[in-house]
């Protein structure tokens, strides 16, 4: 009974912000990586975020670089998405995945949740 439960998402104007909080469950968070996808009609999913286990690290595509922060709190098992300035097409289905660390294909993905930016 592994859960990832997206919530924070919404409507929101171009040039504000939203929060994104990820709620996991059933598995060891402190030894899984944590990501942040997402996906917009018509397009491939792409990686938007990701923090290392520890929260030692993050690694974010040149899209969002400077808009979006990755976080997590390993106590609360809980990972989050803070977005700032933005835009039209960050418009998407945002979803949680966490990875273990060093073992491929052991992952696990929420059901996603809808931010739509518009005017």
């Known amino acids: 009974q592994v859960q990832l439960v997206e919530s924070g998402g919404g409507l929101v104007q171009p040039g504000g912000s939203l929060r994104l909080s990820c709620a996991a469950s059933g598995f060891t968070f402190s030894t899984y990586v944590m990501k942040w996808y997402r996906q917009a009609p018509g397009k491939e999913r792409e990686l938007v975020a990701a923090?290392?286990?520890?929260?030692?690290?993050?690694n974010y595509p040149n899209s969002v670089k400077g808009r979006f922060t990755i976080s997590r709190d390993n106590a609360k098992n809980m990972a989050y998405l803070q977005m700032n300035s933005l835009k039209f097409e960050d418009t998407a289905v945002y979803y949680c995945?966490?990875?273990?660390?060093?073992?491929?294909?052991?992952?696990?993905w929420g059901k996603g949740t809808l931010v739509t930016v518009s005017s």
């Open positions: 923090i290392a286990a520890s929260g030692g690290s993050t």
């Open positions: 995945n966490a990875k273990a660390q060093y073992v491929a294909g052991m992952e696990y």
